[in-house]
């Protein structure tokens, strides 16, 4: 991967990706930015491949997951649904960030992208638009993990459904 002056990777497309200009609009949110991205890239994939636990639906178990973890075959989990980033590694499609930001992800969190997904995209992106392509199916037994808030009353973290 080559560097320009600037630090930045040759091999990102941030031009030329469909919809790039659409990338920083702002969408009406609700909750915090990952609630947001989070429920915008679930009705897009509901919209392709029909509501979680249709018939239509794909699912994917922890084992199948596991199994897509190397350099050229990679399988991403993000809220609950699994995505193939192996066209990215395999230059079948391009990433807008390159092929170092998907290696990062192996690198240091493995499959659950999640944290690092909403920390890179918005819900008006082009990323989100475009991952209904890249759906593999929902994983089977992921819940999504409690939030926790600071209770100031109490001066300690509570589950938010006790609040």
């Not at 066209?87 to 092929?99: I, M, S, T, V, Y």
Request: include cysteine; charged fraction near 35%.
């Amino acid at each position: 991967m080559k560097r320009t002056r600037s630090g930045d990777s040759t091999d990102t497309i941030w031009e030329t990706a469909e919809g790039a200009a659409e990338d920083d609009l702002e969408e009406e949110t609700r909750g915090t930015k990952e609630e947001t991205v989070f429920r915008k890239l679930g009705l897009l994939v509901a919209k392709k491949w029909g509501a979680k636990g249709s018939e239509k639906r794909p699912t994917v178990t922890q084992e199948e997951l596991q199994k897509h973890s190397s350099e050229e075959d990679f399988w991403v989990m993000i809220n609950g649904m699994v995505f193939d980033m192996g066209p990215f590694l395999r230059d079948e499609a391009k990433h807008p960030g390159g092929k170092a930001i998907l290696m990062r992800q192996l690198e240091l969190t493995g499959s659950d992208a999640g944290a690092r997904f909403v920390r890179w995209h918005n819900a008006a992106g082009n990323a989100v638009r475009r991952a209904p392509e890249y759906f593999v199916g929902d994983l089977l037994g992921w819940t999504p993990p409690k939030k926790w808030r600071l209770c100031c009353c109490r001066r300690r973290s509570v589950p938010e459904e006790v609040l």
